[in-house]
């Protein structure tokens, strides 16, 4: 019988969070706060995030425990399974074993649960009753709508008109889980006002919407802010993937040659690569980490490496990474989680210390990965996750090529039910190409904080 | 550690179908040709089905092999998981224990899928090219699109016109999947185009779309139909969900005092309730069981149990059933999968021996109920399962109420992500309600066959 899935028992989900910052070779630039552009220190994040959060964000512990009713609910749908895509493979005639780790069972059908669901836990700990956020596609928005329907916290999501308007389900889904949303630029901060008086037909992007979300909690005593990626604990909180990954590869009898997953902020990123980084970073392994990013916004493959603003109106903390400016406004691509300007400092920290690799793909051949996919695999996935089946898809090709049997890895970061229209764009013919212009990214430089 | 998901093993995987025609009291009523009237014999099926369905339709084994070529893709995503709703018996505060066997991991996010496959396999092992279908809510049409992309069969699917209007998504699903779907009356066959004559607004039934679905294909050598429901193969196929249930609940050390599923055609009732009436048949348990409908197309409940047309132009089989009678056009209410003006052949004879409970329930109560399960268990859920979750949770209230502590096992059949725009409809109070009424049922005499 071919083993087409492996599922970790119960009992084997990870209880902890791995955390790379204590693995480093060298360690992570500090934040540097907004207004005054030095270090920041705790007491500059309480007004945004748990107590909690903000020690797991500079902790330098190996491993931090998973709070008990954290694991609780994570059971409902970890372990997820591991799947090796055999009907692929058939359909590419390669001698390549590829696997995906399938984030889709979550409630809100990605891997976001898996930060949202802490991040609300903490907040709640900590007495606060009401949390604000951004959302790209709404993976984020809707799991952290969940999170927090769970935990009952408030919550006010600021989406990015684009995807407001090209995907109003994940609007009522956040509804349905008791949130609010409102497209951004919205009319219900200055930042968004701003936005809007300069241009009305202002698309938005996710530094702004972090923008708006951020002025609208950090004065309110009830209120904190969460991010669904890019920061360290969310990565960290996204390791539970990788973790798993690596028992059910031994389930498999393999080793990945490979591991692969799609980079917007680098969560589901950080989530999968990072366990195996630790492999090749402390016990000799030399797996391959592929990072694979949107052409459309290509940051870590033609970004700068600088301390830029997190978001548009420069509120939120600055950070060293592969950026292409606060003020860069994304083409409306529809892989509406890889729009982001920045990216992780983990990330990108690991892209200049050359312990991962980064490459950058066009929008119409994801999507005909992701109806290969479809067709033999059966799953239909995110847009997101088309960037890294792409990517594995062309080595699997390779293998054909060369007749090498490697084993790749990679994240499926969730699944493209809400994201139809985009399909049918595609199927249509309606979809088009764009390529940020390498001279465009030099533009960057003029908005770039002094520090 | 308090459990609140049962995974099967893999190899714990039913091998074979449960067929209920051997363990009943009384042997079903035969089916009849609609033209003669007479009963059917295996050579008037032949146009439509592929033999080895046939054979299935009729057969007294109890037990029927399923192929490892079908084994081998439903271990893709079965067994399917079992939870214990916790969460929501801790928001309902009942001491009773709330089950659901979730069947939302599929590709296709429903039961569907577990006959669709078969279907799709033993077409194409008869040199079928090209198969026919109709679809309500889209969850049988993107289920069949899926298997067909699988085997490499072409399919064109008659979707209902309220619900190709209302779920576009589900249209572009199966595209996606490489299936042409058309909205149903359509210009494609003499029934559409007959019914688009008398009214040009006629929004379609399933009735009617069956019509067209088998008016395309009985004609042509390379095509064959296939049915989602009703059909006495479909319901037996579905069995692999109730013998999971089975040995999960043994897994849980309880055994379900009630087993709830919501009836539209029959499938996804049949599928669990089947193996659990073998046992009330056959070892003196005392289950109840209790199919759920929608008030607005009540056959179980108000409909005649009679000889009628499987569909509106008389050219499926005539099958003896509760019928609301097949010129039925139900209001356009959302649980499209349940909007079937007639009831599985298998399911009707249950209810007319007494050995299985019907109800009604009105649509806003049960996107209540949906709403109330995905704020406690996390999951958003189909229009038609809504009406299984009213269900067991108005009986875990009542338990709430008498302090007894029930056991009651309800069929999650699927996921309602494509169905998010009639969440938006009830969360801003523009979904309305409608009973069918009584006296209307005596009109659906006047279509009725005359055997």
Redesign the interface.
């Known amino acids: 019988m071919?083993?087409?899935?492996y599922?970790l028992?119960?009992k084997e989900m990870p209880t902890r969070w791995y955390n790379i910052q204590a693995d480093l070779p060298e360690p992570l630039a500090p934040y540097l706060h907004p207004a005054t552009k030095k270090p920041l220190g705790p007491a500059d994040l309480a007004p945004l995030f748990a107590m909690e959060l903000i020690k797991q964000e500079v902790s330098q512990e190996r491993y931090i425990d998973i709070p008990e009713e954290v694991q609780?609910i994570y059971?409902?749908f970890r372990p997820s399974p591991l799947?090796r895509a055999r009907?692929l493979e058939a359909a590419l005639d390669t001698p390549a074993h590829i696997y995906y780790k399938f984030e889709d069972?979550s409630?809100?059908?990605s891997h976001k649960p898996n930060s949202a669901i802490p991040q609300a836990y903490y907040n709640k700990k900590e007495g606060i009753k009401r949390l604000t956020t951004e959302t790209g596609a709404g993976q984020w928005g809707s799991s952290l709508a969940?999170a927090c329907?769970?935990f009952d916290i408030e919550l006010k999501v600021y989406m990015v008109k684009v995807s407001y308007q090209q995907k109003?389900?994940r609007r009522?889904?956040m509804?349905?889980?008791?949130a609010k949303c409102v497209a951004s630029p919205s009319m219900d901060t200055n930042s968004g006002r701003a936005a809007l008086a300069a241009d009305p037909n202002n698309m938005g992007s996710l530094g702004l919407a972090i923008s708006e979300a951020v002025e609208d909690a950090a004065p309110r005593e009830d209120s904190h802010y969460a991010l669904g990626s890019v920061l360290n604990h969310v990565l960290m909180h996204q390791t539970v993937i990788g973790q798993e990954c690596l028992k059910q590869m031994e389930m498999a009898g393999e080793y990945p040659d490979m591991v692969i997953a799609c980079v917007g902020g680098g969560s589901n990123f950080g989530g999968i690569a990072l366990p195996f980084l630790h492999e090749n970073l402390t016990k000799g392994k030399k797996t391959r980490i592929i990072a694979v990013e949107p052409s459309s916004c290509p940051s870590l493959t033609k970004g700068l490496y600088a301390y830029d603003y997190g978001d548009v109106a420069g509120m939120a903390p600055i950070a060293k990474m592969f950026t292409l400016g606060s003020n860069f406004m994304p083409p409306p691509v529809h892989a509406g989680g890889l729009r982001y300007h920045g990216m992780s400092p983990i990330v990108s920290h690991l892209k200049k210390l050359g312990l991962i690799e980064a490459r950058a793909v066009l929008q119409l051949p994801t999507f005909e990965a992701g109806?290969t996919f479809?067709?033999?695999?059966?799953?239909?996935s995110a847009p997101e996750t088309n960037h890294a089946i792409r990517a594995a898809i062309d080595e699997a090709i390779k293998c054909r090529e060369t007749g090498e049997k490697k084993v790749i890895l990679f994240n499926h970061s969730g699944?493209g039910?809400?994201d139809?229209?985009a399909?049918?764009a595609y199927?249509s013919g309606k979809l088009t190409d764009y390529e940020y212009p390498a001279e465009k990214v030099k533009e960057a430089l003029s908005c770039l904080p002094q520090t």
């Open positions: 071919d083993t087409i899935k599922n028992p119960e609780k059971r409902q799947y009907r069972v409630p809100a059908g969940l329907s769970l109003p389900y009522m889904m509804e349905t889980w008791g109806i479809a067709r033999s695999e059966g799953f239909i699944h039910h809400f139809m229209s399909y049918d199927l």
